[in-house]
């Protein structure tokens, strides 16, 4: 079954709502009523700038207007349901843009208080990415110690906050893999680009990003 047949049956099979506007739309076909789909942008990044760790990063909407509430709604008031549309509108995206890997992972866990929620938004999402692409999902970058949550910071706090602050934890894993990285908003690219620079150091050979969203 493709994807588009996928999510046309389970719009099908269960009543489905706008993830922008909570309007139930049945079984439309791009998982969005019309109005929504008429108000957000679709976004595709270049290719990342010298002396990025990553090959390209790609992003399936601009981050503002309704999507931006929806993924704030998504990270911090548990509208979880979000993630399979967000994680099957990236894995159309993978199948548009021809994209393939060996292995997804995403970015190290926040703890449950620093997250303000009682699920990990970004495996989540990277997990739903993996079931609508049949690419394997591998929990290997973690935390190597305190770092605050980034959207309280700078753009330089940022960069200082997520310095060293990942490891990769199964090598084994990622060497000699082609690795993609699914996170939920691309802001600065740093975090991103941090566990880019770890999985190149264990001997991953290509690595893309792809994310839901991303400022432009
Ligand atoms: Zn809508």
Redesign the pocket.
């Known amino acids: 079954m493709s994807l588009k047949e996928q999510s046309k049956l389970l719009g099908a099979l269960f009543p489905h709502k706008?993830?922008?506007?909570?309007?139930v739309?049945g079984g439309a076909e791009d998982g969005?009523?019309p109005?929504?789909?008429a108000s957000v942008s679709r976004c595709v990044r270049p290719a990342a700038e010298k002396g990025v760790y990553y090959g390209k990063a790609y992003a399936v909407y601009e981050y503002k207007g309704?999507v931006r509430s929806a993924l704030l709604g998504y990270k911090f008031s548990g509208k979880r349901a979000l993630g399979r549309f967000f994680g099957i509108k990236i894995a159309e995206l993978l199948k548009t843009e021809g994209l393939n890997a060996d292995v997804i992972v995403c970015p190290p866990s926040l703890s449950k208080r620093e997250r303000g929620s009682d699920y990990d938004h970004a495996q989540l999402l990277a997990k739903m990415v993996s079931r609508y692409s049949g690419i394997r999902f591998k929990n290997v970058l973690k935390r190597t110690g305190k770092r605050r949550p980034m959207y309280e910071l700078s753009p330089a706090e940022r960069r200082a906050n997520i310095a060293d602050s990942v490891r990769v934890a199964d090598a084994g894993a990622v060497r000699g893999k082609t690795v993609l990285i699914v996170d939920d908003i691309l802001t600065t690219g740093a975090t991103a680009n941090e566990c880019a620079r770890m999985l190149r150091g264990c001997g991953a050979v290509k690595i893309y990003v792809a994310a839901a969203a991303a400022r432009k």
């Not at 706008?18 to 309007?23: D, K, N, V």
Request: glycine share 8%; aromatic share 8%.
């Open positions: 706008c993830p922008f506007c909570g309007r739309i969005v009523c109005e929504c789909a309704r």
